[in-house]
């Protein structure tokens, strides 16, 4: 399994920025980064995409971030980051790092793990 680590979140007003972090790592399995995201849950709501990237730089993006947020990855230290500006308060959610991974050995079967959450609150 790989566990992930998140940090940066927290509370800030309305228009202003938060810069998350996720660090991913394995202490018994060699593994390789096929993709790493941010998902959101707001309370009442389902779990939504934020944004993911790729090993190869490729980047996708939820309606709602467009412009706002942007995502970016450091292959050699296995770490995703997510630069949210403008924030508003409906930005307001658990934000969840994810990663996709695979093992060199089998690169055809990918899997899954989560991370535990953290909190960013926008306020009015």
């Known amino acids: 399994q790989v566990q992930l680590v998140e940090s940066g979140g927290g509370l800030v007003q309305a228009g202003g920025s938060l810069r998350l972090s996720c660090v991913a790592s394995?202490?018994?399995?060699?593994?390789?980064?096929?993709?790493m995201g941010w998902y959101r849950q707001a309370p009442g709501k389902r779990r939504e995409l934020v944004a993911t990237v790729t090993s190869g730089g490729s980047t996708n993006y939820g309606d709602s971030v467009k412009g706002r947020f942007t995502i970016s990855g450091d292959n050699a230290k296995n770490t995703v980051y997510l630069q949210m500006n403008a924030l508003r308060p409906e930005d307001t959610a658990v934000y969840y790092c994810k990663v996709t991974w695979y093992r060199s050995t089998v690169p055809n079967a990918l899997y899954d793990n989560w991370g535990q959450g953290t909190q960013v609150t926008v306020s009015s």
């Open positions: 394995s202490s018994g399995t060699i593994f390789s980064i096929n993709a």
